[in-house]
């Protein structure tokens, strides 16, 4: 009984959360749903599989709609054993996003608790961090796997802070399950994030435990990790390993070429650029936004009102009341330094306050020193090629970094640790029985805080609040449009400094009421974590409301049929489509059709360099050899057409000659004139017979190797799945045929009449066979073992972790 007493404010707690989850996200209500240009984007990637899947209840791991083809391993391909999806799909109860939305609330919530914060305080802090602006934007633009990811970081981080708290068996199983389910949240970059501060905390508190000579108790807390790590590494094999696998294929790997597209020596063979992955640097300046938003003019666009300069300025010209009013409602406010922002990211100026106050109470949590290195950690690495000793440091010399783009991310580390340190504070603020002590603190904590933003508000004549784009406005629009446009962006930096000086004025007046013990704590820490919240809950309404709703069907079908799309439609071989205003940037033709281009963080890395050292230069040629039969482009009027390819080379053809080539470079610059219909292109020739211990062969084999083509040989697709094709063949001599197939070294298997058959990487991205003279059944079929091997070490790993858990909830009873 006493136990169940115990339980009814965490009870509470969970059911507020559920709440405010969904009265932030009504609409879900209704049953609509929030609209994700990146889910829209995904939706066009994963069409086929989905439909393949719904079809035939089987799982293609691959598919052709997409980058001439790719596997499905980062689009939501559903592995066998995967249990850990099962588990946090029970904690994901809710509609989407309002799921996520909890999600972030109840990981912080438990973060709490193991600090040993009190519910109330825990209820605030837990909504503070859930409602931190970042994170909500992210979930309006539909980067569900990062939301998804940040969402479990407070567990993990709670589960280690007990394992370092002796508390081995509670502490881990509590890593083991959140390390588990943030590994399958499938945002590597996120956990890395984490794991870079995880790094941190550990080695400040081993430091403590080495200088306080415990190295038995240091060792059980390695064994812990080691243990727990293995199994939630385990429990996610398959992901792991396919995605492994796959980064190898993607442009997340070195390049093998050591030329630019233009000719020019690349200085680096990175698989990333310096300046594409410090891109999204944020300014050092721009990182006050963390407490006042629009200090940098908020998002890319933003409703500037009718008392704006810039609405006095369109009706000057002529322009209807209305409409004018209707333009401002987009206008480029943002004057960052980053291209593109969705929203200010905002950690709230009452939370700044409260992690300022926690610096200035003493306390012997060897915590605080360790969260605030992560801060200042994550704060420096966000400014990117701003603060280029760190970065350049990080990029050359720490595993993986440079793996991962968009820099200024990695703030998604402080903007758990500083509501986790303002929470500590105003725990211990309260704690305090000295008044006078606690109005010290106060006053100080008031004067840096407040101080800060009168600086801000004194010192804004500094900035010019000059835009990247202005140039453009001011050529397109005239001088005196930039002037409104600046003015505007002064008086919304002006504004939100004023907006947070008040909101600090209010908390500072109650925290001083409870110094001079004209209020009680309960009721004062209720109006603190109100304005908490509130102050969040009004600049995130801003960004993602009502508005972003639409109807489920709007979501499941985020793309219509064109005409073009139509008419292409009507052809129901077997072909591809290149949609040339999408590029490499667009899923839509892949909602309809197998297209070249398609939208993903990851790209197929020789398909990406195929577009843009050969198809982005007009080489047709190229077009021809990946069976594009159609072209989607627009006219002179701006209307959608279609351009048919009667050139395009068929699903497969017999070449007459095979041009050996030593690198990818020599292969790269050998497309720029091969004849693609009667020559193709093979290296590596050495590596793949070694590879399949095809000892028959020499590595002189295919050296100008030329071959008599029949004009009546022919070679027909007769079956097309997207993990399965079927072809026939017919030639009076042996030949060798290019099939316009994606080359992905690892589970395309190919039989001719049964047999297995080497499968050869040709024209840089194709495949190639061998095939003998005659009429022949031609097979390939996708078995990635990488699946069949990670879901037998996910089943055994599962198991494992049941017996752990089982064990340990024994022992801690004991």
Request: net charge neutral.
């Given at each position: 009984?006493?136990?169940?007493?115990?339980?009814?404010?965490?009870?509470?707690?969970?059911?507020?959360?559920?709440?405010?989850?969904?009265?932030?996200?009504?609409?879900?209500?209704?049953?609509?749903?929030?609209?994700?240009?990146?889910?829209?984007?995904?939706?066009?990637?994963?069409?086929?599989?989905?439909?393949?899947?719904?079809?035939?209840?089987?799982?293609?791991?691959?598919?052709?709609?997409?980058?001439?083809?790719?596997?499905?391993?980062?689009?939501?391909?559903?592995?066998?054993?995967?249990?850990?999806?099962?588990?946090?799909?029970?904690?994901?109860?809710?509609?989407?996003?309002?799921?996520?939305?909890?999600?972030?609330?109840?990981?912080?919530?438990?973060?709490?608790?193991?600090?040993?914060?009190?519910?109330?305080?825990?209820?605030?802090?837990?909504?503070?961090?859930?409602?931190?602006?970042?994170?909500?934007?992210?979930?309006?633009?539909?980067?569900?796997?990062?939301?998804?990811?940040?969402?479990?970081?407070?567990?993990?981080?709670?589960?280690?802070?007990?394992?370092?708290?002796?508390?081995?068996?509670?502490?881990?199983?509590?890593?083991?399950?959140?390390?588990?389910?943030?590994?399958?949240?499938?945002?590597?970059?996120?956990?890395?994030?984490?794991?870079?501060?995880?790094?941190?905390?550990?080695?400040?508190?081993?430091?403590?435990?080495?200088?306080?000579?415990?190295?038995?108790?240091?060792?059980?807390?390695?064994?812990?990790?080691?243990?727990?790590?293995?199994?939630?590494?385990?429990?996610?094999?398959?992901?792991?390993?396919?995605?492994?696998?796959?980064?190898?294929?993607?442009?997340?790997?070195?390049?093998?070429?050591?030329?630019?597209?233009?000719?020019?020596?690349?200085?680096?063979?990175?698989?990333?650029?310096?300046?594409?992955?410090?891109?999204?640097?944020?300014g050092k300046a721009e990182s006050l936004n963390l407490i006042a938003p629009r200090l940098f003019g908020g998002s890319n666009s933003e409703?500037?009102?009718?008392?704006?300069?810039?609405?006095?300025?369109?009706?000057?010209?002529?322009?209807?009341?209305?409409?004018?009013?209707?333009?401002?409602?987009?206008?480029?406010?943002?004057?960052?330094?980053?291209?593109?922002?969705?929203?200010?990211?905002?950690?709230?100026?009452?939370?700044?306050?409260?992690?300022?106050?926690?610096?200035?109470?003493?306390?012997?949590?060897?915590?605080?020193?360790?969260?605030?290195?992560?801060?200042?950690?994550?704060?420096?690495?966000?400014?990117?090629?701003?603060?280029?000793?760190?970065?350049?440091?990080?990029?050359?010399?720490?595993?993986?970094?440079?793996?991962?783009?968009?820099?200024?991310?990695?703030?998604?580390?402080?903007?758990?640790?500083?509501?986790?340190?303002?929470?500590?504070?105003?725990?211990?603020?309260?704690?305090?029985?000295?008044?006078?002590?606690?109005?010290?603190?106060?006053?100080?904590?008031?004067?840096?805080?407040?101080?800060?933003?009168?600086?801000?508000?004194?010192?804004?004549?500094?900035?010019?609040?000059?835009?990247?784009?202005?140039?453009?406005?001011?050529?397109?629009?005239?001088?005196?449009?930039?002037?409104?446009?600046?003015?505007?962006?002064?008086?919304?930096?002006?504004?939100?400094?004023?907006?947070?000086?008040?909101?600090?004025?209010?908390?500072?007046?109650?925290?001083?009421?409870?110094?001079?013990?004209?209020?009680?704590?309960?009721?004062?820490?209720?109006?603190?974590?109100?304005?908490?919240?509130?102050?969040?809950?009004?600049?995130?309404?801003?960004?993602?409301?009502?508005?972003?709703?639409?109807?489920?069907?709007?979501?499941?079908?985020?793309?219509?049929?064109?005409?073009?799309?139509?008419?292409?439609?009507?052809?129901?071989?077997?072909?591809?489509?290149?949609?040339?205003?999408?590029?490499?940037?667009?899923?839509?033709?892949?909602?309809?059709?197998?297209?070249?281009?398609?939208?993903?963080?990851?790209?197929?890395?020789?398909?990406?360099?195929?577009?843009?050292?050969?198809?982005?230069?007009?080489?047709?040629?190229?077009?021809?050899?990946?069976?594009?039969?159609?072209?989607?482009?627009?006219?002179?009027?701006?209307?959608?057409?279609?351009?048919?390819?009667?050139?395009?080379?068929?699903?497969?053809?017999?070449?007459?000659?095979?041009?050996?080539?030593?690198?990818?470079?020599?292969?790269?610059?050998?497309?720029?004139?091969?004849?693609?219909?009667?020559?193709?292109?093979?290296?590596?020739?050495?590596?793949?017979?070694?590879?399949?211990s095809l000892t028959s062969y020499s590595k002189h084999f295919f050296r100008n190797q030329e071959y008599k083509k029949d004009s009546l040989?022919?070679?027909?697709?007769?079956?097309?799945?997207?993990?399965?094709?079927?072809?026939?063949?017919?030639?009076?001599?042996?030949?060798?045929?290019?099939?316009?197939?994606?080359?992905?070294?690892?589970?395309?298997?190919?039989?001719?009449?049964?047999?297995?058959?080497?499968?050869?990487?040709?024209?840089?991205?194709?495949?190639?066979?061998?095939?003998?003279?005659?009429?022949?059944?031609?097979?390939?079929?996708?078995?990635?073992?990488?699946?069949?091997?990670?879901?037998?070490?996910?089943?055994?790993?599962?198991?494992?972790?049941?017996?752990?858990?089982?064990?340990?909830?024994?022992?801690?009873?004991?």
């Open positions: 009984m006493q136990k169940l007493k115990s339980f009814w404010p965490h009870g509470l707690a969970i059911i507020g959360f559920v709440i405010v989850a969904l009265i932030y996200f009504y609409p879900v209500l209704e049953g609509k749903v929030i609209f994700q240009s990146d889910i829209a984007q995904y939706t066009g990637m994963a069409k086929e599989q989905n439909d393949f899947r719904a079809e035939n209840n089987e799982e293609p791991y691959w598919t052709n709609s997409a980058f001439g083809g790719m596997p499905t391993y980062q689009l939501g391909a559903q592995y066998p054993h995967n249990y850990v999806k099962k588990l946090d799909s029970v904690l994901r109860f809710l509609p989407r996003p309002a799921d996520y939305l909890f999600l972030y609330f109840l990981g912080f919530y438990i973060l709490l608790m193991v600090l040993k914060i009190d519910p109330l305080k825990a209820f605030f802090g837990a909504l503070a961090f859930g409602f931190s602006t970042y994170l909500i934007i992210i979930l309006g633009v539909g980067h569900n796997a990062k939301a998804h990811a940040i969402a479990y970081f407070p567990m993990v981080l709670a589960g280690v802070l007990l394992v370092f708290q002796k508390r081995y068996w509670l502490g881990g199983i509590l890593t083991m399950l959140a390390a588990a389910l943030e590994i399958q949240a499938n945002h590597f970059q996120m956990t890395y994030y984490l794991l870079l501060l995880l790094i941190v905390v550990g080695i400040y508190l081993s430091i403590q435990f080495i200088k306080e000579k415990q190295f038995k108790e240091l060792a059980k807390i390695i064994g812990v990790f080691v243990i727990t790590g293995i199994l939630a590494i385990g429990a996610n094999a398959t992901n792991l390993m396919a995605t492994s696998e796959y980064a190898k294929f993607s442009t997340r790997s070195k390049s093998e070429l050591t030329f630019n597209e233009d000719g020019s020596p690349k200085t680096s063979d990175n698989a990333m650029s310096y300046d594409y992955i410090t891109e999204y640097s944020y409703d500037l009102g009718t008392d704006s300069e810039m609405f006095q300025f369109i009706t000057r010209q002529g322009v209807p009341p209305y409409e004018a009013a209707d333009i401002v409602k987009q206008m480029p406010t943002y004057w960052g330094d980053q291209p593109i922002v969705a929203a200010p990211a905002y950690v709230g100026i009452v939370v700044f306050f409260f992690f300022v106050l926690s610096l200035f109470i003493s306390d012997n949590r060897k915590l605080k020193m360790a969260l605030l290195s992560g801060v200042i950690l994550s704060l420096l690495l966000s400014w990117g090629k701003n603060f280029s000793i760190l970065t350049d440091f990080f990029i050359d010399y720490v595993p993986m970094y440079n793996k991962f783009r968009a820099v200024s991310s990695i703030q998604v580390i402080l903007e758990m640790c500083i509501p986790a340190l303002a929470i500590l504070g105003m725990y211990q603020f309260f704690k305090i029985e000295d008044k006078k002590q606690q109005f010290t603190i106060l006053w100080k904590s008031g004067a840096v805080v407040f101080g800060l933003l009168v600086l801000l508000f004194v010192f804004k004549g500094m900035f010019d609040f000059a835009g990247g784009s202005d140039d453009y406005y001011n050529d397109a629009y005239g001088p005196e449009f930039t002037r409104a446009l600046r003015e505007d962006r002064k008086s919304m930096y002006t504004g939100d400094v004023l907006r947070s000086m008040g909101f600090v004025l209010a908390v500072f007046g109650t925290l001083y009421l409870v110094t001079k013990e004209k209020l009680k704590v309960t009721n004062a820490v209720i109006i603190a974590g109100v304005l908490m919240v509130a102050d969040l809950f009004l600049i995130d309404k801003n960004y993602v409301n009502k508005e972003d709703f639409v109807s489920k069907r709007e979501m499941d079908q985020p793309f219509q049929a064109t005409q073009a799309d139509k008419q292409i439609l009507e052809d129901k071989s077997v072909y591809r489509v290149f949609d040339a205003e999408g590029h490499m940037r667009s899923a839509r033709a892949s909602y309809f059709h197998n297209s070249i281009g398609g939208y993903h963080a990851a790209k197929p890395r020789r398909m990406q360099q195929l577009f843009d050292y050969q198809i982005a230069n007009n080489n047709v040629r190229i077009l021809n050899m990946l069976n594009v039969k159609y072209i989607i482009r627009r006219d002179n009027e701006g209307q959608q057409i279609v351009l048919e390819n009667p050139a395009a080379n068929g699903n497969a053809w017999f070449v007459e000659k095979v041009k050996v080539v030593n690198t990818a470079d020599e292969e790269m610059k050998a497309l720029d004139e091969l004849d693609t219909k009667n020559e193709a292109t093979i290296f590596q020739i050495m590596n793949s017979v070694k590879e399949n040989a022919s070679i027909q697709l007769e079956v097309y799945k997207p993990n399965y094709l079927k072809y026939t063949s017919n030639n009076s001599n042996d030949g060798f045929a290019v099939f316009s197939e994606m080359y992905y070294k690892n589970g395309w298997k190919a039989t001719i009449d049964g047999k297995s058959t080497q499968i050869y990487n040709v024209d840089y991205v194709l495949r190639g066979l061998q095939v003998p003279a005659g009429k022949h059944t031609i097979e390939f079929t996708f078995e990635p073992e990488v699946i069949a091997t990670g879901s037998k070490i996910s089943l055994g790993s599962s198991v494992l972790m049941l017996l752990l858990i089982g064990f340990g909830v024994y022992k801690m009873k004991e």
